[in-house]
């Protein structure tokens, strides 16, 4: 395996990338990769190709809903199939007063996760072994990494959204997809494309996007 060392992104970059970003936070970024190597011997949760690019296919890829959305102090998120912990677990170092819960189905990588956070001291993080139609909590928005396709997954969150939002995008689903959506959105049509290649230029990001898509909600 190659060395973390030579990781695409460095922590240097993230730091031009977000440039309002603490030593603090940047220090629990520094931990991320030894944390996950770690945790990948134990239980397979990244391939050994995407370990070596973990801060560009995991962490940045992450943040690209950052990108998108700042997520305000007191907001609720809800990340679903959140594996080892992505999108949520980046999103929540970079916002440390927005509380995030971390679901998936599985319930060994939910104790990555759990374990994950606390080395992290992530007081904004709530993890629980759940499938999405069995969460309760009302949130303002949901994120993820392309689950399940759009028609399967926004039945599975729509009752969990709040109906009065206070964001610059209205309450409902910030999704990581990649490829041509044309088609899985037909459906959908207030959904809109984000692409990531117009935030990072590395090549991984070319044809990687964050789908927003408005659920229920007032004016």
Do not use: C
Not at 64 to 91: N, R, S, W, Y
């Amino acid at each position: 395996m190659k060395k973390l060392s030579k990781q695409n992104i460095s922590l240097d970059k993230l730091a031009q990338i977000f440039p309002n970003i603490s030593e603090q936070q940047l220090n629990q970024f520094k931990l991320l990769a030894p944390l996950y190597e770690d945790w990948n011997t134990k239980i397979n949760l990244i391939s050994r190709k995407d370990m070596d690019s973990f801060f560009e296919r995991h962490v940045l890829h992450s943040l690209g809903i950052a990108k998108v959305m700042e997520f305000l102090p007191q907001a609720k998120v809800l990340d679903v199939g959140t594996g080892g912990g992505f999108p949520g677990i980046p999103l929540a170092i970079l916002f440390p007063e927005t509380h995030f819960f971390l679901i998936d189905s599985i319930g060994k990588k939910i104790k990555v996760v759990q374990e994950v956070s606390n080395v992290l001291k992530l007081k904004n993080v709530s993890s629980a072994h759940i499938r999405a139609e069995d969460f309760s909590e009302k949130i303002d928005f949901v994120v993820s990494r392309a689950v399940t396709k759009m028609e399967t997954f926004v039945p599975w969150v729509k009752k969990n959204v709040r109906s009065t939002h206070k964001h610059t995008l209205k309450n409902g689903i910030l999704y990581l997809k990649g490829g041509d959506l044309k088609e899985e959105l037909a459906a959908f049509p207030k959904a809109k494309e984000f692409s990531l290649k117009d935030y990072f230029p590395e090549p991984f990001f070319e044809t990687k996007k964050v789908v927003h898509v408005p659920l229920k909600y007032k004016s």
